[in-house]
């Protein structure tokens, strides 16, 4: 498994008008927590994948 480094600023949708990157464990602009910038990983034997599909396409 390949563990991202960078992380972004968990509340740059509010507070930011772009994603704010960084690799400490809070924003260096507004102090709030940093979160893993990496997608989650995906694998093509997932049991409960049909049901998030299925889900979305009824939220959508």
């Known amino acids: 498994m390949v563990k991202s ?3 972004v ?3 740059w949708r509010d507070e930011h ?3 704010v ?3 400490s464990d809070r ?3 507004c ?3 940093s979160e893993n910038s ?3 990983p995906f694998n093509p034997n997932d049991p ?3 049901y998030r599909r299925r889900a979305r396409r009824r939220n959508a």
């Open 9 to 11: 600023c968990s509340a």
């Open 5 to 7: 480094d960078i992380r």
């Open 27 to 29: 924003c260096p602009e």
């Open 38 to 40: 990496a997608p989650a």
């Open 21 to 23: 990157y960084t690799l």
């Open 31 to 33: 102090g709030s927590n």
């Open 17 to 19: 008008d772009r994603p």
């Open 48 to 50: 409960y994948g049909e």
